[in-house]
């Protein structure tokens, strides 16, 4: 059973910078592609980058290309969101999410993810 853990959350200015980090367990990480979304409250959650399990091909959400970056280390087993030029509507609870590399490409569709960590809180002041 595939186990995530997301950290790095936090609290950061407008403008400001961070990074995320989903470590997986129970199961080697390049068995999957790995998708990260948010939630903002009283939103539904969205699909904000994804990254293949083999070629490094990724997926980007309009509002976040050119400032975010999705990268993966499979001999650490984690995948990272980094996030730079932060804005107060980049502020939501973000997961990561694991699908099967047999699908073999990404998704920015929750319900096509079968594994979710538990969330880490992103809050951007202006």
């Known amino acids: 059973q595939l186990q995530l853990v997301e950290s790095g959350g936090g609290l950061v200015q407008s403008g400001g910078s961070l990074r995320l980090s989903c470590a997986a367990s129970g199961l080697p990480l390049d068995y999957y592609i790995i998708g990260w979304f948010r939630q903002a409250p009283g939103k539904e959650r969205e699909g904000v980058s994804c990254i293949s399990h083999s070629d490094g091909s990724t997926y980007y959400l309009d509002s976040v290309k050119g400032r975010f970056t999705i990268s993966r280390d499979n001999a650490k087993n984690t995948v990272y969101l980094q996030m730079n030029s932060l804005k107060p509507e980049d502020t939501a609870v973000y997961y990561c999410?694991?699908?099967?590399?047999?699908?073999?490409?990404?998704?920015?569709?929750?319900?096509?993810?079968?594994?979710w960590g538990q969330g880490t809180q992103v809050t951007v002041s202006s």
């Open positions: 999410a694991a699908r099967s590399r047999s699908y073999g490409y990404c998704s920015g569709y929750g319900r096509h993810y079968a594994y």
